[in-house]
C-alpha cells in the first residue's frame, strides 16, 4: 500500500525531501519511512486507547487516518508528539530518533508539526508575532533574547501570510481572526517550523465549502515536500485528498488502503462507515 | 545612532521617555536640592521623613516590577515573593550588623544579639559578611540560587496556576518559621537593627539617606528598562505565548521550563536587589518581611496597577503604599479593610488596574 502513495510523489519532491534531511540533523529517511510505529499501546486506568499499533508513514506521503470516536487517533498523536509516553511499542522518526525519548520541544525541533483538533494559536499576539514564533530558528533562550528579523526571515514570514491569504491582517490581534482563519494560521504556523511531517487533527472542522477546498488544494501541494498525516471527520474531504487511509478502531489498525478498497471493506463498514 | 542606543530608544515611544526624564529629574535632582540644599524652615523643604518614605516604596516598586514580569506577562502568580526580598535584606543586614563594629551595647566584636545569647564566635555563615563585596553577591545570589532550584523542580513537574502559588505562599512561611528560631543565626524575631553605617558612611545622615535615595531611584529606572526590554523581545513575546498557550510554545519547539526559570529566576534576584536597598533605609529587616500577608500584597499591588504593564505595576507599588502609609497614620484600625476593599474593586470594575482605567477614559474622550 506503501508503494502507491510513493508513486504519486513526483521524483522532484523525492529529492527536495533528501536535500531537507540534511537541514534537519539527523533524521535519517534512508529507506523512505518517515514515521515508524510498531505495536505501540498506551492504557488509561485500564481503558486501551492503543492496542499494538502499528503505522508507517513514507517520506512524502499524504495519509489518512479515520475511526470512530474513541479509536485511538487523538492519542497516537499524542504518542508520537512525546505528550503521551507508550506503555510499549516502539515509535521511530526516520531510522534513528526514537520518539519516545525526546520531550515535546525536542520532537517538535526535530521536525514533526502538530496541528490540533480545536485551533491553538496565540490569541493575544499579532498574526505576524504568532507566525515568527512558530519560524524555524534557534529557539533557546538567549538566542531569543536578541534576537532580531532578519529581512530574509521577514520575507519568509510575508510569503507565508499570502499563502495562508491572511496578508491583510497581518498586525491584527490572532483571537479576532474567524475560525477559519485560526485554522489556516495555525497551519501556517506549522509549515513555519519547516517541519517533515506535520499532522493534523480535524483541519477543515469548523471551515465553510470554499475554505475546504483551498485547504484540500493546499495538503495536495505540500505532499511530496513534507509527509501528512491527516485525522478528519469529514468524508468528503478525505475522498478529495486521500490517497493511501488508514482506518483505526479500539486503538488497532483495521484496514488500510486506497479509499474506493477501504470502503467496501467489511470490518470497516461494520465499525464505521456503515453507522 | 549605535545597536545599543538604537535598541534603547525603541523601548519607549516620545511620550514614554519624556515621563522617565521628568521622574529621573525629580528623583536625581528635585528631591535631593530640596532636600540637602533648602533650609529645614522652607515651604519647599523635603524632610527625611518623605525622603524615606518614597525611597522605601521604590523598593516596593521594584519589586512590583518584578513580580510583574512573571505574573503580568509568564502568568505565574507567586505570593511567596517576599521571601526573596527578605532575603536580599538580611543579606545585606548581615554586612550591616558587622559594621556596627564595637559601637553596640555590648561594645563586643561581635553582634549584640549572638552576645545576648552567649555565642563566642561567629557562626560559619556569617564568615565574610565583613566584606561589601561578599554582601552584594549574596543579595544576588541567595535569592537567585533559591529560586533556581525551587523553580527547576516546581516547572519541571510541571506545577501551574494556584498550585504553584500554594507552594510559594508555604515556602515564605517555612523561611519565616526558620528565621524567626534563634539558633538560626539571623537575630530570631528582633532581626537586625541599630545599624550605624554603610560603607564608612555613617547611615542616618540626610547625605547617606538621598544617596541610598538615588541609588534606589536608579535602580527602579534600570529595572524598568530591563523590564520593558525583556517583555518587547521575542524572549518576552514567547513568555506571553506560554502564558496563554503552552502546549502549542512546546509543540512550536520552545522549552517552556527554561523560559519560566530565566523570568524566575531574574525576578527574585530582583526581588533580593530591592530588599538590599530597603534595609540601610528603613533601618530594620526582620522575619515579618517573610510573613505570608506581605507576599499577598505585592499581588494586589500589581492588580491594582494593571497586570502586563510594568510601569503600571510601579505606579500600584506607589499608590497602594502611600494610601498604606496615610492610613496607618490616620485610621490605623482601618488600613486591612481598606486594602481588602481596595482588592474587591479592582477586581470587579477594574480589571486592567489603573493603567488599563486610564486607557479607557482616553479612548472614551477620543470617541
Known sequence: ?275 | MGPISATFSRLYGPRGWLVLGAVGAALFIVIPVFALAVPPGSAFHVSQYWVTLIGKIMCYAIVALAMDLIWGYAGILSLGHGLFFALGGYAMGMHLMRQIGREGQYQADLPDFMVFLDWKELPWHWSGSDQFWWAMLLVVAVPGLLAYVFGYFAFRSRVKGVYFSIITQALTFAAMLLFFRNETGFGGNNGFTDFKRILGFPIATPETRVALFAITGAMLIGTLLLGRYLVTSRFGRVLAAIRDAEQRVMFCGYNPVHYKLAVWTASAVLCGIAGALYVPQVGIINPSEMSPANSIEIAIWVAVGGRGTLAGAAVGAGLVNGAKSFFTQAFPEYWLFFLGLLFILVTLFMPNGVVGLADRLRGARRA
Open chain 1, 1 to 275: 500500500m506503501n508503494g502507491v502513495a510513493l508513486h504519486t510523489g513526483s521524483g522532484l519532491a523525492a529529492g527536495e525531501a533528501a536535500l531537507g534531511r540534511v537541514a534537519s540533523g539527523g533524521l535519517d529517511t534512508a529507506h523512505g519511512v518517515v514515521l515508524y510505529l510498531e505495536d505501540i499501546s498506551v492504557s488509561f486506568d485500564g481503558f486501551k486507547a492503543l492496542d499494538r499499533l502499528s503505522l508507517a508513514i513514507d517520506v512524502g506521503e499524504l495519509r489518512c487516518v479515520i475511526g470512530p470516536n474513541g479509536a485511538g487517533k487523538t492519542t497516537m498523536m499524542d504518542v508520537i508528539t512525546g505528550k503521551t509516553r507508550p506503555d510499549a511499542g516502539k515509535a521511530f522518526f526516520g531510522q534513528t530518533i526514537d520518539l519516545a525519548r525526546m520531550s515535546e520541544a525536542e520532537i517538535a525541533q526535530a521536525g514533526i508539526g502538530r496541528k490540533f483538533q480545536k485551533p491553538t494559536i496565540f490569541e493575544r499576539h499579532t498574526v505576524f508575532e504568532n507566525l515568527e514564533l512558530a519560524m524555524k530558528a534557534d529557539k533557546r533562550v538567549r538566542s531569543t533574547l536578541f534576537a532580531r528579523l532578519a529581512s530574509a526571515e521577514r520575507d519568509r514570514i510575508a510569503d507565508m501570510l499570502e499563502r495562508i491569504r491572511l496578508t491583510d491582517a497581518a498586525d491584527r490581534t490572532a483571537g479576532l481572526l474567524s475560525h477559519g482563519q485560526k485554522q489556516w494560521l495555525e497551519i501556517g504556523m506549522l509549515l513555519m517550523q519547516e517541519p517533515r511531517l506535520l499532522l493534523l487533527d480535524e483541519p477543515v472542522a469548523g471551515m465553510s465549502d470554499e475554505e475546504t477546498e483551498r485547504t484540500a488544494e493546499l495538503f495536495l501541494s505540500l505532499a511530496g515536500k513534507h509527509s501528512l498525516v491527516v485525522v478528519e471527520h469529514d468524508m468528503q474531504f478525505i475522498a478529495r485528498i486521500a490517497r493511501t487511509v488508514t482506518v483505526l478502531h479500539e486503538g488497532a489498525v483495521i484496514a488500510e488502503g486506497p479509499m474506493g478498497e477501504v470502503q467496501n471493506d467489511r470490518r470497516v463498514i461494520e465499525v464505521y462507515l456503515g453507522r
